[in-house]
């Protein structure tokens, strides 16, 4: 894949935009204490993260990656947890360094700027607002905003649909296998960061980028 020609980008939200694992993490913990649970380690709370708000609460209530909470558990963490973070969205997350700088660089390049995320969309558009990010980008989907989420390519193809470009013009930056399975699947460019929740060297992405500043040199001349 070649970035001369990309004329639209996707972001990933949670470890690409924002280091949102701090809230995340003390969301997890309160439901578990709801539920009578020991608290878990932040960064064990980091590796259960990036399918989505319900799959966390099965990973979060029973520690484990595959793990299935009850039904009933489950519907109680689940509303705890939905409750609970949309109160405290944006008590420790914060925007990572180079962010702000790269979607004005971005827009400088007039190239239209979108988030694909597995959040809900309930909970991403919100974030975003209160960071002061949600009018950067033209569409913002959330994991429940179409039938199917990253690795699906529905949301990447909508997306390029909607903005009325091929999906070999969009270029979707990720911090996860899900980001670049889903790139992968709809035919995108896929770019991964260094610094987010995943291990970049494993992503086999079509570039790494240490910053989004970056971005601006792979897609200036397109």
Known sequence: MT??????????L?????????????????????LGLPALAELRIQQHVGDGIASLVHRAITDERD????AALWERG???????????????????????????LLRALQ?????????????????LEELGMASSFSMILGGDSLP????SAMPLLHACQTLGIRPDELAMVGDSHNDVLA??????????????YGDAASLEADHVVDSLVELYDLFKNT
């Open 3 to 12: 970035a001369k020609h990309i004329k639209a980008v996707a972001f990933d």
């Open 14 to 34: 949670d470890g690409t935009l924002v280091d949102s694992i701090p809230d995340l993490a003390a969301a997890a913990n309160a439901m578990r204490d709801h």
């Open 67 to 70: 793990g299935q909470a009850d």
């Open 78 to 104: 689940f509303t705890f947890f939905v409750q609970y973070y949309r109160d405290h969205l944006n008590v420790h997350s914060r925007v990572y360094d180079g962010v702000h700088d790269a979607l004005g």
């Open 111 to 127: 190239l239209p700027q979108v988030v694909i995320t597995n959040k809900s969309e309930r909970l991403a558009v919100p974030l």
């Open 148 to 151: 199917e989420k990253k690795p």
């Open 183 to 196: 790139a992968r699947a709809a035919g995108s460019l896929a770019v991964a960061v260094s610094y987010g």
